[in-house]
């Protein structure tokens, strides 16, 4: 106990910083969340942290900063795939408009096009199923996977669910806090942890999307990317609350390629599409979100949630190089969901590490 107040007082400086509303370098965010990580065992530097760098507004070095020191405490992955094949499509989550699980159904869609989708996953804290409540809900037992069995997946499926202070001894601490501080206590507040918790799987890959709950940190997002070393990303945020691009009214991109950065907006006929309207996308609660998950996966929903699922998976594709354009992505996600290879993806997880049963159940 006196160890971790020793540590704890290093970096008091550094967290006054932030009270007093200056910004960190990436080195000093990176200590300071480290330190708060290891030896922060009752929260209180975490409240802190967490109230101080979310009023004042987190900078791209700062985020940057957190996800190397949670890099540092991770399990490392070793999976030897080509960092132009592989990518993730999950993002902030937390948007004001509810939706059913877009971006998890389009990452088996890009899967089926070829790549190797590594995806954080977690349990819903704002909406009716988290990423992580549609695989537990189809049998998927992830968090009992080690490091090696996720590689192996990953291998051989090509997707595979990951929550990395899961399987992170060094992340414990962190998760304990974490948890006293949003699901026990219940604090609603955004934090670092809600913008870049998805990032902190340490893989390499070069390109990506991600959704953000506010146009905000589009920007910030964008020069993150550009920093951690990334050729292409596309970060985005849809004027009716959600962190997707969206077949309901306009969507606010930031194109990150390199050591540029371009912003525009697109709009449904843009991508090649028919606009929808709120209610054709809104979320049906957590059984209806799986059942339209499998479905639109089987090819059988036609409608505007398939082709919000396509515009995004399309996307993810014209973020990797695979197309040329979004709306080439979106043609080429929607071939993808009538073929039924996305589904073929999702049946071959749960063989391989789930029950089949409950996927039948949703047939």
Same mark, same amino acid.
């Given at each position: 106990?006196?160890?971790?107040?020793?540590?704890?007082?290093?970096?008091?400086?550094?967290?006054?910083?932030?009270?007093?509303?200056?910004?960190?370098?990436?080195?000093?965010?990176?200590? *300071? +969340?480290?330190?708060?990580?290891?030896? #922060?065992?009752?929260?209180?530097?975490?409240?802190?942290?967490? !109230?101080?760098?979310?009023?004042?507004?987190?900078?791209?070095?700062?985020? *940057?900063?957190?996800? /190397?020191?949670?890099?540092?405490?991770?399990?490392? =992955? #070793? *999976?030897?795939?080509?960092?132009?094949?592989?990518?993730?499509? $999950?993002?902030? !989550?937390?948007? %004001?408009?509810?939706?059913?699980?877009?971006?998890?159904?389009?990452? =088996?869609?890009?899967?089926?096009? !070829?790549?190797?989708?590594? /995806?954080?996953?977690? @349990?819903?804290?704002? $909406?009716? +199923?988290?990423?992580?409540?549609? @695989? +537990?809900?189809?049998?998927?037992? @992830?968090?009992?996977?080690?490091?090696?069995?996720?590689?192996?997946?990953?291998?051989?499926?090509?997707?595979?669910?990951?929550?990395?202070?899961?399987?992170?001894?060094?992340?414990?601490?962190?998760?304990?806090?974490?948890?006293? @501080?949003?699901?026990?206590?219940?604090?609603?507040?955004?934090?670092?942890?809600? *913008?870049?918790?998805?990032?902190?799987?340490?893989?390499?890959? %070069?390109?990506?999307?991600?959704?953000?709950?506010?146009?905000?940190?589009?920007?910030?997002?964008? %020069?993150? =990317?550009?920093?951690?070393?990334?050729?292409?990303?596309?970060?985005?945020?849809?004027?009716?609350?959600?962190?997707?691009?969206?077949?309901?009214?306009?969507t606010i991109i930031v194109?990150?390629?390199?050591?540029?950065?371009?912003?525009?907006?697109?709009?449904?006929?843009?991508?090649?599409?028919?606009?929808a309207k709120k209610e %054709?996308?809104?979320?049906?609660?957590?059984?209806?979100?799986?059942?339209?998950?499998?479905?639109?996966?089987?090819?059988?929903?036609?409608?505007?949630?398939?082709?919000?699922?396509?515009?995004?998976?399309?996307?993810?594709?014209?973020?990797?190089?695979?197309?040329?354009?979004?709306?080439?992505?979106?043609?080429?996600?929607?071939?993808?969901?009538?073929?039924?290879?996305?589904? #073929?993806?999702?049946?071959?997880?749960?063989?391989?590490?789930?029950?089949?049963?409950?996927?039948a159940k949703q047939e």
């Amino acid at each position: 106990m006196v160890k971790n107040l020793v540590k704890l007082h290093e970096i008091d400086s550094l967290l006054a910083k932030l009270v007093d509303g200056q910004s960190l370098t990436i080195k000093e965010a990176e200590e *300071l +969340t480290y330190n708060i990580f290891i030896y #922060d065992t009752d929260g209180m530097h975490f409240a802190t942290w967490v !109230g101080a760098i979310h009023a004042k507004g987190e900078t791209a070095d700062e985020l *940057l900063g957190f996800l /190397n020191a949670t890099r540092r405490l991770a399990v490392q =992955f #070793d *999976l030897k795939v080509n960092p132009d094949k592989i990518t993730g499509l $999950s993002g902030t !989550g937390g948007g %004001n408009f509810k939706s059913f699980n877009v971006s998890t159904t389009a990452s =088996f869609v890009v899967a089926g096009a !070829g790549y190797t989708i590594a /995806n954080e996953v977690y @349990f819903a804290a704002t $909406s009716p +199923t988290g990423s992580a409540d549609v @695989f +537990t809900e189809l049998g998927v037992d @992830f968090q009992k996977l080690s490091k090696e069995q996720i590689e192996q997946t990953l291998k051989d499926i090509g997707i595979c669910p990951v929550i990395t202070p899961f399987i992170s001894p060094n992340l414990t601490n962190r998760g304990k806090i974490a948890l006293k @501080f949003f699901v026990e206590r219940q604090v609603r507040v955004h934090s670092p942890f809600h *913008l870049v918790s998805n990032l902190q799987l340490p893989l390499s890959m %070069n390109s990506r999307i991600y959704g953000c709950y506010s146009e905000r940190y589009l920007e910030t997002l964008a %020069n993150l =990317f550009m920093k951690m070393g990334y050729k292409k990303t596309l970060t985005f945020y849809a004027d009716i609350g959600m962190p997707e691009i969206s077949n309901v009214g306009t969507t606010i991109i930031v194109e990150q390629s390199k050591s540029k950065i371009k912003k525009y907006t697109v709009k449904p006929s843009d991508l090649g599409i028919k606009e929808a309207k709120k209610e %054709n996308v809104k979320t049906g609660g957590k059984k209806q979100n799986i059942v339209d998950f499998v479905r639109i996966l089987q090819g059988k929903e036609r409608g505007a949630k398939s082709d919000l699922v396509a515009i995004n998976a399309g996307a993810s594709l014209y973020a990797l190089g695979d197309v040329k354009s979004l709306k080439e992505g979106t043609e080429k996600a929607q071939q993808i969901l009538a073929s039924g290879v996305g589904f #073929d993806k999702l049946k071959k997880l749960i063989a391989l590490i789930g029950s089949s049963d409950l996927l039948a159940k949703q047939e």
